[in-house]
């Protein structure tokens, strides 16, 4: 795999500041593939200076330019997919195909909304005898994770720049050869140097220098939900703008009209795709009482299809990999049952987990609390839909799920009850542009759509 030793800053490849390296991974034969520059403090702070430069005349480029530089960025990516594609599968593990659909495809979706977005966005408007100016927050720090090494990078990056906001991104040190790739996709579209800067390193140096700057205006952070209390506290005390996208632990809520096999089969490929890394997974299955052993039956015969290796890659480390394979184990220590899969890992070599199923889970077991981050489903029973939806809410998270009824306005009353984000009616598509974010402790703000690019917009009121 090709790696630059240098960072993205100023619309060039510069030297770091210190002499450190990250070693990048192939969890599937864990080979050390590449090696990249681990930025430090003095790296952070070039970059952010090449990004306040570039600033006022970013913001004061006509919104129909900015989005022909977000079109011709879009081209990049989809004359460049193959390429993407690979490397995604290089340092996340995940299956080819995969890599292709989603990691590679679904930029190009979200970047192409924005490049439209914002040549027809309106970024003025009249409130009684008042004009609004929608004006760019100035300069962002984007800290993203590793599950969609690209999604998550274009989901901040696209709506900035369509705002008139310049970036310095500090992408996860797991996957940092994909966002390499695409600052090299941002210099070939021929984006103004400095609009853009990439930063690689680690999180608590690179990343932690990143959100306490002092000349960040906003800081967009997807990951953790330990890491984004820590960050929100730092910008919090600084009173600048942060937008957290968290962890989730969604419901896929199965109501007894439904077609269960078509719930049961599309909710488990939900939960153990990308290896089950997916913040908006359903990893809670709710199934009324009378259902209950059909759908085990249904989740073991359609789970034994998601074989490690060919469609399930691996976890992206080993120590996702030892967390994931300790919370199978306190599962069983805490009285739920197997229906699939199991703590040991299925082969010697790579960081894969054998996809597991469990039943006789309660709301309340720690595999039906917290975000596991792996291809386990848990499944669990409920009484009445009273019943359902308190377990359905029964958790710190709120960031997606799905509900299923032969009728669809059924399935949307339950909705209008849950406390989440994002909710999939009876295997409802993804629309790259409606908002996506959190209820509860799964963050704040909304990315995706206007709604994300309001994210890096503040009014100004003019009256006359
Ligand atoms: P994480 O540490 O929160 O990583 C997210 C990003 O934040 C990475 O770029 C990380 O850098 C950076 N970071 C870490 N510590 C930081 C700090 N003190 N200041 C600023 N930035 C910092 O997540 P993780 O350790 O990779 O994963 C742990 C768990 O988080 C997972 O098991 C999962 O439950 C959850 N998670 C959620 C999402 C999501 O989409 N909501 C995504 C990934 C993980 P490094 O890469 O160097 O750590
Ligand atoms: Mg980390």
């Known amino acids: 795999m090709k790696a ?13 500041a210190g ?28 970059a952010v200076r090449a990004a306040r430069e570039a600033f006022p005349a970013w913001a004061a480029t006509p919104p129909a330019e900015r989005a022909a530089g977000i079109a011709a960025l879009r081209d990049v990516l989809v004359a460049r997919k193959d390429e993407i594609a690979e490397t995604v599968t290089a340092e996340l593990g995940a299956p080819l195909a995969l890599s ?15 490049a439209e977005l914002a040549a027809s966005y309106s970024f003025e408007e009249r409130i009684g005898n008042s004009t609004v100016l929608l004006e760019p927050v100035g300069v962002v720090g984007a800290i993203t994770p590793w599950n969609y090494p690209l999604h998550q990078v274009v989901a901040k990056v696209a ?47 690179a990343g932690q220098a990143l959100a306490a700057h002092e000349d960040v205006d906003l ?3 997807t990951g953790s939900t330990a890491v984004g209390r820590q960050i929100g506290a730092t910008a919090g005390a600084a009173v600048k703008r942060v937008a957290l996208e968290l962890g989730g632990k969604s419901a896929n809520v199965i109501l007894p009209s439904a077609d269960l096999a078509k719930a049961v089969s599309v909710g488990i490929a939900n939960v153990m795709s990308n290896s089950g890394q997916t913040c908006s997974a359903w990893t809670r299955m709710l199934v009324h009482k009378n259902q209950y052993d059909e759908a085990l039956a249904l989740a073991a015969a359609a789970v034994a299809k998601y074989v490690p290796g060919e469609r399930v890659g691996p976890l992206v480390n080993a120590k ?7 919370y199978i184990e306190k599962g069983l220590a805490e009285g739920a049952r197997l229906v699939a899969g199991g703590p040991e890992a299925p082969y010697e070599t790579g960081y894969y987990v054998s996809p597991t199923v469990f039943a006789d889970v309660t709301w309340d077991m720690t595999i039906a609390q917290e975000e596991i981050f792996g291809p386990v489903l848990s499944i669990l029973k409920y009484e009445d839909e009273e019943d359902a939806l308190r377990i359905a809410n029964g958790t ?36 790259p542009l409606a908002p996506f974010g959190g209820y509860k402790q799964s963050g704040v703000g909304r990315e995706l759509g206007p709604h994300g690019l309001s994210e890096y917009l503040q009014t100004k009121s003019l009256q006359f």
Not at 4 to 16: K, S, T
Not at 100 to 114: E, I
């Open 320 to 326: 996702q990999q030892q967390r994931v394979r300790g």
């Open 159 to 205: 709506p900035a720049l369509a705002a008139g906001c310049t970036v310095v991104l500090k992408p996860a040190e797991d996957t940092p050869l994909t966002a390499q790739l695409f600052a090299e996709a941002i210099h070939e579209a021929g984006l103004p140097a400095g609009v853009f800067n990439l930063v690689t390193g680690l999180g608590p140096v």
């Open 396 to 431: 710190v998270y709120g960031l997606a799920g799905a509900v299923w009824a032969a009728d669809e306005a059924e399935a949307v009353a339950f909705a209008r009850r849950m406390d989440t984000g994002q909710v999939d009616i009876n295997g409802g598509r993804f629309n």
């Open 4 to 16: 630059h030793d240098g960072m993205y800053i100023g619309g060039q490849w510069r030297p770091a």
């Open 100 to 114: 292709r659909t989603v990691h590679a495809g679904v930029p190009v979706l979200v970047a192409g909304s924005y």
């Open 219 to 221: 800081v967009s952070f």
């Open 19 to 46: 002499p450190d390296t990250i070693a990048v991974v192939n969890p599937a034969d864990e080979q050390v593939i590449a090696h990249v520059p681990a930025g430090t403090a003095e790296d952070v702070d070039a």
